[in-house]
Each structure stands twice: as C-alpha cells, then as structure tokens.
C-alpha cells in the first residue's frame, strides 16, 4: 500500500521528509517487491530523529504495517523482532514471558529497527547502547532479496550491519540478546552540585545500574538513580531525596514520568524515564548530543560549566549518562567507553544554533561523536572522520548495494561517491 504526495514530518516537527511516497506494506513479500520497483528507497521508523538521517528524495518505507511478531528463544537467549515495532510493545511481550532487555532509552516510543540504526542508548556504565544487544539482522536488498547477517556467521561484515543508518537495506526483523526479567527501583536525588558529580564522576554514575543527571549546566542537578533489587546499592548519595516525583524537565508535569520514589517494580517500567501511553519529554524541542570518551569526563564537566550561562537560556533541560563500549563500526560507542552530554533545546533553531556551536567548540577537541540522529552543525566529512571502521562500512555498504538505492544525501554526506 502506498500513499502518494504526503507531507511527512518527524516527531518534532522540525524536519519535512523529501519524499513523495510513503508505502506501507502489509507483507515482506509486499515489501520485497516494493524495494525491488523502486529506483531510490530509504525505510522511516518512528520518525524520532531530528535530522535528515531517514529522509529521501524518492521512495520511503515504513514497517509498521507488518505483523508485529516476537520470537522467544529462551535457550539461545534470544527474541526476533519484526523491524518495526516499537520497543513499548516488544517490552511488555517480554516481560509476560519473564524475560528482559538489558537497556532501554529514555522512551519507549521509538521503533527497535530505527533506534539500532543510529546507535540509540540508555545509560550505565556496564550498558552498552540498544544496538549491542543485537545478535543477527534480516535486510531486503536492492533486488528484494533477503540477507540475514549474523554475529556468529558473518564477523567480518556484521558489525558494519547494525548501526547503518539504514543504508545497507531495509531492516525486516532483528534478533536480540535477552535474559531474564528483573525489578527496579528508581530514586531522584535533587540539589546535587554540579563540581560534586565532576569531582566523583565514577561514584555517581557507577551508583546504580543506570544512572542519569539532568541539569542546566549552572550549579546543580538532579540524579536519577535505577537500582536493580537482586543487586547492591551503590554507596554514593549527594545532595538530597526528592520529596515527590520529579519531570526531567523541571516543572513540566510528573504524570508522564516512570514511578520513582524507591518502589520496587518491572525493569520495562523503570528503565525509561518516560511512560509508553504518554508524550514523552517536553514535545516543543530540538536534541543534540554528543558521545565523549569516559576518561575525559571531568575536562567535558570543566569546558560546559564554564558556557553554564550561555546554555541556560537555550535549554529544556540537560543530561548525562554513560555507555559502555561495543565493536560496531558505526557506533558512537565503538571501541571506547563514554560519558554522553544530550542537550534538550528550546525549539528555537536562531537562538540554539550559536549555542550548539559553542558546545561543539569545547567537546569536539575531546573527541566527541555526534548522535547520529540528532542535531550538529559539524561537517559531515568531519563527522565520518572519528570512526576509525568508516572505511570498512563503506565497503560494505557498496557491495551490498552498488548502486545506492538506499543512500540520500545524508548518507551521501558522510561517504562521498567515488
Ligand atoms: C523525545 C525523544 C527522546 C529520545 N531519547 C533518546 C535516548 O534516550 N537515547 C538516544 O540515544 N536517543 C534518543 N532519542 C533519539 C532517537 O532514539 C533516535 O533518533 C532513534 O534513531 C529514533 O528511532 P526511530 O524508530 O524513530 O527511527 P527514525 O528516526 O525513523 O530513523 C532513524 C534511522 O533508522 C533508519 N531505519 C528505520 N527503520 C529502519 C529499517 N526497518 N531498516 C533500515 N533502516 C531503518 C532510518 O532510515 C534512519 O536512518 C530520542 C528522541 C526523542 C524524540
């Protein structure tokens, strides 16, 4: 099913896809032939990224139209998903079974295919980002054939396939690593100086399972700790308990907020900051966020206090987490442990755009990665320039599809053709 010349735009609304033609489809095999009649196709998840990373001049796909399947393998530890489900629904088909995920982001609103291709993570220092829980993917090639890449059977092109920016074909399912479900508590600690956390940055955030700080980047912060009940509590606690339930965004509602306050319950209903039924975040907003190597922690804590007063302003609110390394080429997180600097900003571009380049100005010498689906004002030539593996993900990506029909102009960007 195809619907011609509708105007889509991305959640935020800051962005208007190119595309004439939005299909539909209701099989792979409808899927299969509508990727092989198509001369330039890009698959669109939940349309959750800020920038043009989904856009296409042609043809886009989106899968929420399949059946939304979940297949469990408790021996091997796995769950194949179909691409475009949204992590909302395969959570809680996981749990009725007594099985997690090992990380959520701080929604679940955001499709499984879509959010693995950009690299999209939650935090913890012992939590890689979504991606990494990926064992295998199955892609609808230029020709509508179909691939199925595995960790185990295919180590020298998978860990190119997984954070792909859906350049290498459509995603049609995922497998995922799982294991059995948990419980969570998770408490807010407000008032936390901001030189405390930079001074003690491994307490805090190895204090819990996952752990965040939202802050404006002036003097405090507030420190959302998510315990697992089977493991022990870490020793750090400053600043003070919050006497009720908080918002990231400070004085927005409470409602739309996982429970908080210390009480026991599923790990799907503590890992998110936000609830599945309700608008996630402050909804009038543009995000960027930039990935920084964990030991340059406290040099990325000094360089954004010192613009504090700049930020303020153009801010939402402000938060930081940690994600442990993987081996996927694309990944933000590859090769390197980091602590993630995320800035939610007022949908303002004029008023945010010097204020993302002073951003940009102080973590990009310290190494910093750009979140592949939000907004930066780095070049994209600079940006393909961190990752050590882009070579080798431009070779895959031309032997998979020679004539990129999957690229657009953000692809295209990153890896001009020859
Ligand atoms: C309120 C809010 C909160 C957020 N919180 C977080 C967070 O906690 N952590 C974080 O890291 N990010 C976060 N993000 C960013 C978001 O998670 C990422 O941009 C993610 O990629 C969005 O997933 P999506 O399904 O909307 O994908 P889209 O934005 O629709 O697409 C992203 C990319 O995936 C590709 N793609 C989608 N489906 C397929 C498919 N089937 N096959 C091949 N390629 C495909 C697209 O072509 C595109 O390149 C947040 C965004 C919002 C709006």
């Known amino acids: 099913m195809s619907t011609p010349h509708t105007q889509v735009v991305n959640w935020a609304g800051n962005v208007t896809f190119g595309s004439p033609r939005v299909h539909r489809p209701r099989t792979v095999d409808e899927l299969r032939r ?13 349309g959750h990224s800020f920038n043009l ?46 099985f997690a995920l090992a990380n959520l982001a701080s929604l679940p609103h955001i499709s499984v295919a879509g959010s693995c291709a950009t690299g999209t993570h939650g935090s913890g220092d012992g939590r890689r980002c979504l991606s990494a829980a990926v064992r295998a993917v199955e892609l609808v090639g230029p020709d509508g054939d179909l691939t199925w890449l595995s960790r185990e059977a295919d180590p020298g092109a998978f860990p190119g396939a997984v954070v792909a920016l859906g350049a290498l074909g459509v995603v049609t399912r995922l497998s995922l690593e799982i294991e059995p479900a948990f419980e969570m508590a998770q408490r807010v600690r407000v008032g936390v100086p901001l030189d405390e956390v930079a001074d003690h940055v ?61 009480s026991a319950g599923p790990w799907h209903e503590r890992l998110p900051h936000f609830r599945p039924e309700l608008e ?47 081996d996927l080429w694309l990944s933000p997180a590859h090769g390197r442990d980091c602590v993630t600097f995320h800035f939610t900003w007022l949908k303002d571009p004029e008023a945010v755009t010097p204020v993302l380049s002073a951003v ?27 990752y050590e593996r882009a070579a080798d993900f431009e070779r895959l990506m031309l032997g998979l599809d020679p004539a990129g029909k999957f690229r657009n102009a953000f692809v295209d960007g990153l890896f001009p053709r020859a």
Do not use: C
């Open 53 to 98: 990373v989904a856009d296409s001049d042609h043809d886009l796909v989106r899968l929420d139209g399949l059946p939304a399947e979940a297949g469990i393998d408790a021996e091997d530890s796995t769950v194949t998903v179909a691409a475009g489900m949204r992590y909302a629904e395969l959570v809680t088909v996981l749990n009725e079974r007594g």
């Open 280 to 326: 996630p975040s402050a909804g009038e907003e543009l995000q960027s966020e930039f990935y920084v190597p964990r030991e340059l922690a406290g040099a990325a804590f000094t360089a954004l206090r010192g613009i504090g007063h700049l930020l303020a302003p153009a801010l939402h609110v402000a938060e930081v987490r940690t994600v442990r390394a993987d």
């Open 34 to 46: 509508t990727v092989r009649d198509s001369a330039r196709i890009r698959a669109l998840g939940s």
């Open 202 to 262: 491994d307490d805090v955030f190895g204090a819990a399972y996952s752990v965040s700080l939202f802050t404006d980047w002036r003097d405090e912060g507030a420190v959302w700790l998510k315990h697992r009940t089977d493991r022990p509590v870490g020793g750090w606690s400053g600043g003070r308990p919050a006497p009720g339930p908080v918002h990231p965004v400070p004085g927005m509602s409470t409602g739309s907020s996982t429970e908080q306050m210390g």
């Open 360 to 386: 940009e100005e102080r973590l990009l010498p310290l190494g910093a990665r750009p979140h592949w689906g939000k907004l930066t004002t780095m070049a994209a030539p600079d940006i393909a320039d961190r």
